[in-house]
């Protein structure tokens, strides 16, 4: 989940860098390089690609699609702090969606740091400084948490999917649904980016692949809401990026939201590494009182 939110920060910057491309462009460039790279390793038997669950992988590809393309133009429009922040307050849905669609258990301390989180990410939106330049900057606003709703019902279906569907399958499958999604939005804009901007757009495919496949990887070794908190670090990797590489503003406030967000992720971290310590422990205990029996 680390690496997915390293790798997802460093296409947020090259997206940023080239925000002047057309976001349908750059979201079916991202998906023709997964699709790219995914034939590459099936052809060379790095990965085995199979389908079963046809609908639910069709359906997640619809829906993530969406959600990448709004996330694209979140980015282009609203800046790299903006739109990291608003796109990752999706963990609030995953909760809920976790615990009604796949029964998940909510316990103390992940709902503490949920709630903590989310007052760090409150601290960062309400005192992160960055103004929004564009036109129309409430309307992108809105835009952008329609899709962290529906970057929340991605994840849910990628845990579902989880147990009938390899990682490879589910984001090849992404891939293959978003470029039919993407492809006449993006065939009927110009694009004039040159060379040089045509690898950054190859850099970005790259990078989200990276990223799309551990975060795939890593829900299968956590829970919804418990990887929904530890990628609410994502923001704050973001918002340092921003100020960094596009100069942004700086204040307490943003830092002090940035450790509240990432003592919150580790709070949820540290209870997934002690789950296993729990239950070998009540087990050696079951099998020495067996023993001595």
């Known amino acids: 989940m680390g690496a997915s939110n390293i790798a997802f920060c460093g296409m947020a910057c090259l997206i940023r860098y080239t925000s002047d491309v057309n976001a349908y462009t750059t979201t079916l460039f991202r998906f023709i390089i997964g699709l790219g790279i995914m034939c590459s390793l099936a052809m060379t038997g790095k990965v085995r690609l199979s389908f079963v669950d046809k609908k639910g992988l069709a359906l997640r590809g619809l829906i993530g699609s969406v959600s990448v393309w709004i996330g694209f133009i979140s980015i282009a429009k609203l800046g790299l702090i903006w739109s990291s922040i608003i796109m990752n307050t999706y963990p609030v849905f995953a909760f809920v969606f976790g615990a009604i669609l796949l029964k998940e258990r909510i316990s103390a301390l992940g709902f503490m740091s949920l709630t903590g989180a989310m007052v760090g990410i409150g601290i960062l939106f309400l005192h992160g400084q960055n103004q929004c330049a564009c036109s129309g900057a409430m309307a992108f606003k809105i835009i952008a948490i329609a899709g962290s709703v529906l970057a929340c019902l991605t994840v849910v279906l ?8 390899s990682t490879s399958s589910i984001f090849f499958a992404q ?34 692949t990276l990223g799309q496949l551990s975060m795939t990887e890593g829900y299968r070794h956590v829970s919804v809401s418990s990887g929904s908190v530890f990628v609410l670090s994502a923001p704050v990797i973001n ?6 590489l596009f100069h942004e503003p700086f ?7 940035s450790l509240i967000v990432l003592f919150s992720s580790g709070l949820i971290l540290f209870e997934d590494r002690m789950k296993p310590a729990r239950i070998i422990k009540f087990s050696s205990r079951r099998m020495g009182r067996a023993s001595r029996r």
């Open 175 to 208: 891939c293959l649904v978003g470029l039919w999604v993407m492809v006449v939005p993006a065939g009927s804009a110009s694009l004039h980016c040159g060379f040089a901007g045509c690898m950054l757009l190859i850099m970005i495919g790259v990078l989200a």
């Open 251 to 257: 204040s307490l406030w943003s830092l002090a939201g």
């Open 239 to 244: 918002f340092g990026a921003g100020i960094l």
């Open 158 to 165: 990628i845990k579902k999917l989880q147990e009938t569907d």
